[in-house]
């Protein structure tokens, strides 16, 4: 399964939304990611056709299985990265834009010792 880093960006922000706010809708996806509401439409169809969100008749957005276990480790590499960039005396604010950035293209050996790293560390 390939999926493209806008992609990735989408369901992470499903994640993040449905986390902090119980629901999910378009203009939500739209005012988080400062992007338009017919992007997000645009992108919704592809990922509503790769089987990766359901949209229901309200025009809530829900994750499938697939779409959650995207967007899980998209959200896991996005903290971790970040607390390590702030461990290492980077802003906060420019740690998780960075991570953002990071998260998409790190290999899963990098990222793997960066979480062990970081766990015997006690972060």
């Given at each position: 399964?390939?999926?493209k880093e806008s992609g990735e960006n989408y369901l992470e922000t499903i994640h993040m939304l449905n986390k902090r706010c119980g629901h999910v809708?378009?203009?939500d996806i739209a005012t988080e990611l400062s992007v338009t509401k017919p992007s997000v439409s645009v992108a919704m169809k592809k990922l509503r056709e790769e089987g990766f969100?359901?949209?229901?008749?309200?025009?809530?957005i829900t994750l499938?299985?697939?779409g959650l276990s995207i967007a899980?480790?998209?959200y896991e590499r996005h903290r971790i990265i970040a607390k390590a960039l702030i461990a290492?005396?980077?802003?906060?604010?420019t740690a998780?834009?960075?991570s953002c950035k990071i998260e998409h293209h790190i290999?899963?050996?990098?990222?793997?010792?960066?979480?062990e790293y970081l766990v015997s560390k006690g972060f």
């Open positions: 399964m390939i999926i809708r378009s203009i969100i359901v949209i229901d008749s309200s025009g809530s499938t299985e697939k899980e480790t998209m290492m005396g980077v802003s906060e604010e998780y834009e960075d290999s899963e050996e990098s990222f793997e010792k960066l979480k």
